[in-house]
């Protein structure tokens, strides 16, 4: 059974930095490649979750409007990993970010546990 496990979430002042991960478990090592799509969500008290970045199979990634310049989705194939490389953060970054893992082979959509950022001075 596929395992999400997110980690690097914290509390953080306004223009700062934060490197979310998310460990891949259940699969066989170095295969994270074959999942059509990874992805980092996020959720802020109140309101509906939202795709912040993705990445595709073949390594195509896309990105929310208000992320775009500041967020970067990685993936590290070896360590069934993919990161979310955050800079420049603002208050409305606060939110559970959510790791996301869709394929076929998977059964669907899968979610890890969720790590708590939030942007405050």
């Known amino acids: 059974q596929v395992q999400l496990v997110e980690s690097g979430g914290g509390l953080v002042e306004p223009g700062g930095s934060l490197r979310l991960s998310c460990v891949v478990s259940?699969?066989?090592?170095?295969?994270?490649?074959?999942?059509?799509?990874m992805g980092w969500y996020r959720q802020a008290p109140g309101k509906e979750r939202e795709m912040v970045a993705r990445?595709?199979?073949?390594?195509?990634?896309n990105y929310r409007d208000s992320v775009k310049g500041r967020f970067t989705i990685s993936r590290d194939n070896a360590k069934n990993t993919i990161y979310l490389q955050m800079n420049s953060l603002k208050p409305e970054d606060t939110a559970a970010y959510y790791c996301?893992?869709?394929?076929?082979?998977?059964?669907?959509?899968?979610w890890g546990q969720g790590t708590q950022v939030t942007v405050s001075s």
């Open positions: 990445i595709t199979s073949a390594g195509s990634k």
């Open positions: 996301n893992a869709n394929s076929p082979w998977l059964r669907g959509n899968n």
């Open positions: 259940g699969i066989n090592s170095g295969s994270i490649y074959r999942i059509d799509t």
